[in-house]
């Protein structure tokens, strides 16, 4: 896990996202972040396959092992997360809004 915080930084700078944002999807402290970006901590597998999850990238890519190559863009994701007509389609099929907001991302960057 040599690049695993350089690739949590980048993860999250390519996006926007201040360390804060990350640890409140991921339920963790602020500065268990800059831990993890300045190599100073490891998180448990538990938590790397919530952050994998998180910015939609393998195991692998997250921990240095293969480059990083995001599935849809990313700040178009995030944008549809926090959309009201998202929010309310959760809300009414029980399916999670980073579920619906991946698949409208994901048909997006299909015709592109």
Do not use: C, H
Not at 78 to 87: A, E, G, Q, R, W
């Amino acid at each position: 896990m040599l690049k695993f915080g350089d690739n949590l930084k980048q993860l999250r700078q390519r996006i926007g996202l201040r360390q804060d944002d990350v640890a409140k999807a991921i339920g963790v402290e602020r500065s268990t972040i800059a831990n993890w970006e300045r190599g100073v901590k490891q998180p448990s597998l538990e938590t790397l396959v919530k952050l994998s999850q998180f910015f939609g990238v393998s195991l692998d890519e997250l921990v240095g092992v293969t480059k990083i190559t995001p599935q849809a863009p990313a700040p178009y994701y995030y944008t549809l997360v926090s959309d009201p007509l998202i929010k309310l389609l959760a809300e009414r099929t029980g399916v999670p809004a980073k579920n619906i907001a991946a698949f409208i991302a994901a048909l997006q960057f299909s015709d592109e």
